[in-house]
Structures are given as structure tokens and as C-alpha cells.
């Protein structure tokens, strides 16, 4: 069983939206924050937003007011609503534990991700 898998990647214009899910595996999910990280070409993977079990939100200040986070425990799954898209959100999007990021690890691995391409 993979214990993470992004999905609702896809290509957009600017100015649209997407919706990004990951579905965690029980076991990680309920007691931990989890997190929305992307990588760019060229550039290293980056925080996106994070939550944590109980709701709490940080969002990194490039995506503050454009981008929201949320969770549903029932079904151990992590969302990443993406609204106001720019040219410059186009990346490879993941989701891991954040505390297991934080420390320099990453839980299981970090797979394929879901590909954002957004047109100017």
C-alpha cells in the first residue's frame, strides 16, 4: 500500500483554480500535521502550507490568500484548494508529513506528485 498519493494535478490558465487531494494512510494521518510542499524546475522543494490534526494552518507568503488547506479525518485525506493561479505556481506538487520534512525525512517517499502547469 503506497501511504501517500497526490492527485488533481492538471494544466490551467492563470487566474483559474485546482483542487489538489492526498490520500494518507490512517496510521500517519490522524495525529500528524501534514503538508503541501512543490518543486519548480531548477529549484528546490518548497513548503507550500501545512495543517495540523486539529486544523491549525500556515501558508507559505507566496500563495497567502490564493491557496487554503484543509483535512478531512473521516477520510484520512489532505486538500489543497489552489485559486488565483500564476504562471510562477507551475510545479510538481507533494504532500508528506511535515514534521518527518522538518527534520531532513520524509515519509515513505516522495513519489511522483501531481504536476500544476499554469499558462500565461
Known amino acids: 500500500q503506497v501511504p501517500l498519493v497526490e492527485s488533481g494535478g492538471g494544466l490551467v490558465q492563470a487566474g483559474g483554480s485546482l483542487r489538489l487531494s492526498c490520500a494518507a494512510s490512517?496510521?500517519?494521518?490522524?495525529?500528524?500535521?501534514m503538508g503541501w510542499y512543490r518543486q519548480a524546475p531548477g529549484k528546490q522543494r518548497e513548503l507550500v502550507a501545512r495543517?495540523?490534526?486539529?486544523?491549525?494552518?500556515n501558508y507559505a507568503d507566496s500563495v497567502k490568500g490564493r491557496f487554503t488547506i484543509s483535512r478531512d479525518n473521516a477520510k484520512n485525506t489532505v486538500y489543497l484548494q489552489m485559486n488565483i493561479l500564476k504562471p510562477e505556481d507551475t510545479a510538481v506538487y507533494y504532500c508528506?508529513?511535515?514534521?518527518?520534512?522538518?527534520?531532513?525525512?520524509?515519509?515513505?517517499?516522495w513519489g511522483q506528485g501531481t504536476q500544476v502547469t499554469v499558462s500565461s
Open positions: 508528506n508529513v511535515d514534521g518527518m520534512v522538518r527534520a531532513g525525512l520524509v515519509f515513505g517517499s
Open positions: 490512517g496510521s500517519i494521518f490522524r495525529s500528524n500535521t
Open positions: 495543517i495540523t490534526s486539529g486544523g491549525s494552518t
